[in-house]
């Protein structure tokens, strides 16, 4: 199953929705990814909003 990126926060999922965002949007033409595994310790993470780890697009 393709991977959808959840429209507020980027954050792929393969699921029907994201778990952060259970009402969001789910976006299916993101464009390249990113993992975060420590948010609190990433720069990138604070500039994307990103708080949660796993993976995200970069853009949507
Ligand atoms: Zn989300």
Redesign the pocket.
């Known amino acids: 199953m393709a991977k959808l990126a959840?429209k507020?926060?980027k954050?792929l999922v393969t699921g029907d929705k994201?778990p952060?965002?259970p009402d969001?949007k789910l976006v299916e033409s993101w464009k390249g990814r990113i993992i975060i595994l420590n948010p609190e310790k990433s720069e990138l993470a604070k500039k994307m909003k990103i708080i949660d780890k796993g993976e995200y697009a970069i853009r949507l």
């Open positions: 959840c507020i926060c954050k994201c952060l965002h969001a």
